[in-house]
């Protein structure tokens, strides 16, 4: 079981919005900053927001992060076939002392 | 380019041992700290150990501590993990990750290699 909560699945059609969301508790997300990595299957992480809110060169500017207490979004618009995927938050956690991962949410584009 | 390598994995039987290697180039290794992040088979990713510049300071995941060990030689731009006492639950590919200036707070990872598979089975 993850620290971080993750919507196990998230779909949208081409050209919509999709949001995911990251459930974390004070000693990670309430204090620490959020960063979002995209996997295709079959390949490594790729880094797509760091530090909360802001993008990677060569991320497209269709991705976009926020955080709010204990929880952070990714949010995707303009949806494409490309933007397929497996989507996972990460932040560090001061309990722990040590990065965690949310569980991943399977994006399927429609 | 910034590119990482991976190599050393393979077929190890429960209590066995193995020794990862992370070769790094296109950027200046000593200045940054190193990440090992391991994902099993089907399942999400899940952060492994890291260490800083020096190699000095070392974090490691509960589920790995007190068996694997992370170490960096920073003449050769490589970082290594070496891992013991393995479990079938180790079976995962691992994949190092180039982390920020520590590795303290840090849970960027801007550059990953393409993994290595460790299979734990009799």
């Known amino acids: 079981q993850s620290v971080l909560t993750q919507p196990p699945s998230a779909s949208g059609t081409p050209g919509q919005r999709v949001i995911v969301s990251c459930s974390g508790s004070?000693?990670?997300?309430?204090?620490?900053?959020v960063n979002w990595y995209q996997q295709v299957p079959g390949m490594a992480p790729k880094l797509v927001i760091y530090?909360?809110?802001q993008r990677p060169s060569g991320v497209p500017a269709r991705f976009s992060g926020s955080k709010s207490g204990t929880s952070a979004s990714l949010a995707i618009s303009g949806l494409q076939s490309e933007d397929e995927a497996d989507y996972y938050c990460?932040?560090?956690?001061?309990?722990?002392?040590?990065?965690?991962f949310g569980g991943g949410t399977k994006l399927t584009v429609l | 380019e910034v590119q990482m390598v991976e190599s050393g994995g393979g077929l190890v039987q429960p209590g066995g041992s193995l020794r990862l290697s992370c070769a790094a180039s296109?950027?200046?290794?000593?200045?940054?700290?190193m990440t090992w992040v391991r994902q099993a088979p089907g399942k999400g990713l899940e952060w492994v150990t890291g260490?800083?510049?020096?190699?000095?300071?070392?974090y490691y995941g509960h589920s790995v501590r007190g068996r694997f060990t992370i170490s960096r030689d920073n003449a050769k731009d490589t970082v290594f993990l070496q891992m013991n006492s393995l479990r079938v639950e180790d079976t995962a590919i691992y994949y190092c990750?180039?982390?920020?200036?520590?590795?303290?707070?840090?849970?960027?990872?801007?550059?990953w290699g393409q993994g290595v598979l460790v299979t734990v089975s009799s």
């Open positions: 530090t909360t809110n």
């Open positions: 990750a180039k982390g920020g200036t520590q590795v303290r707070g840090v849970s960027s990872f801007d550059r």
């Open positions: 004070t000693s990670n997300i309430g204090r620490n900053i």
């Open positions: 990460a932040t560090w956690d001061d309990s722990l002392n040590g990065p965690v």
């Open positions: 296109g950027f200046v290794f000593s200045s940054y700290a």
């Open positions: 260490i800083d510049v020096s190699g000095m300071s070392t």
